[in-house]
């Protein structure tokens, strides 16, 4: 199949690169920036704003993905550009070059939108998202693996034995590589039109928060002491990220609202057929070739 890409520079977006080349895809893939030439890979130069680039990147394709958006910026304008006006963009090349089939990647956090800025950006995209032909959404949850700069933060806290969580909950996980073969399984075919998807590794109702810190503790050999923060704390917290680091905090207050939410569990009436996808790789062992993965590239 020749697949439209967006995101393809990002951690979600390489690895679903991959996966694709490995399986004969050929892919067409937006980017910001000049890229080393690749086998199989039509560079399109571009981002989401750029109408004329997201038409030659959906022209003559068989299926679009739609990686691309925001986790954390400034504010919700910045949230509303990035997620919900670059999907609606997106959508419109898609139905103008007739794109059949269209894998929106969302969020759980779209279930909230009223908890963040994050969660209604996410809300708004899927809404956009849902007028393409073809239309199938998967909601993630906590995405994890090699390259993944957002976990990395609770690998490097949990060198030192204690790690600092949100207040008690729950969360599922998923590798990215068991989410890459879901999306690519979702473009290929299936008919799930209309579908929105949460998967997982297939761990029932998740894992707790102190579970999560345990299993990092293990994968980068250390016994964790997990520490539950109090909503305020976690607030505090996030306001002074934002003081030292700015723009590049990793714990704004809009994440911090979305990290206190108790359930971030994906539900399991809306799990994606057996017959087309289950997870592989268990979250411990998973974890543990993360970790391995930071060493290797000098990250810990």
Same mark, same amino acid.
């Given at each position: 199949m020749r697949i439209a890409l967006t995101g393809a520079t990002g951690f979600v977006g390489s690895t679903l690169m991959d996966h694709a080349l490995e399986e004969g895809h050929e892919l067409r893939a937006l980017t910001r920036r000049d890229q080393d030439a690749r086998t199989g890979v039509t560079w399109v130069r571009g981002d989401l704003a750029d109408h004329a680039a997201l038409l030659r990147l959906a $022209? @003559?394709? $068989?299926?679009?993905?739609? !990686?691309? @958006?925001?986790?954390?910026?400034?504010? /919700?304008?910045?949230? %509303?550009a990035g997620n919900i006006a670059g999907t609606r963009a997106v959508v419109a090349a898609a139905l103008k070059?007739? !794109?059949? /089939?269209? !894998?929106? !990647? &969302? &969020? +759980?956090?779209a279930r909230e939108p009223g908890l963040s800025d994050y969660g209604w950006s996410k809300a708004g995209a899927e809404a956009e998202a849902a007028e393409a032909r073809g239309c199938v959404m998967v909601r993630p949850p906590a995405i994890y693996g090699p390259r993944d700069t957002e976990m990395f933060e609770l690998f490097r806290a949990a060198r030192s034995g204690v790690v600092p969580l949100p207040p008690r909950g729950r969360a599922s996980m998923i590798h990215?590589?068991? +989410?890459?073969? +879901?999306l690519l399984a979702l473009a290929v075919g299936g008919k799930a039109e209309g579908a929105i998807y949460e998967a997982d590794d297939g761990h029932p109702n998740g894992w707790t928060h102190a %579970?999560?810190? /345990?299993m990092i503790g293990a994968a980068v050999g250390r016994r964790i002491v997990p520490i539950h923060m109090p909503r305020r704390l976690v607030g505090l917290a996030a306001s002074i990220d934002r003081g030292f680091r700015g723009a590049k905090a990793k714990l704004t207050p809009d994440r911090a609202r979305y990290m206190c939410h108790p359930d971030w569990t994906a539900h399991a009436d809306r799990q994606p057929p057996a017959s087309l996808w289950q997870a592989q790789i268990p979250t411990p062992e998973g974890l543990r070739q993360t970790a391995e993965w930071y060493r290797a590239a000098g990250w810990l």
């Open positions: $022209d @003559g394709c $068989d299926a679009a993905i739609h !990686v691309a @958006g925001v986790v954390n910026v400034p504010d /919700r304008a910045a949230f %509303e070059a007739d !794109v059949p /089939r269209f !894998v929106h !990647v &969302s &969020s +759980l956090a990215v590589a068991d +989410l890459a073969r +879901l %579970e999560m810190a /345990r």
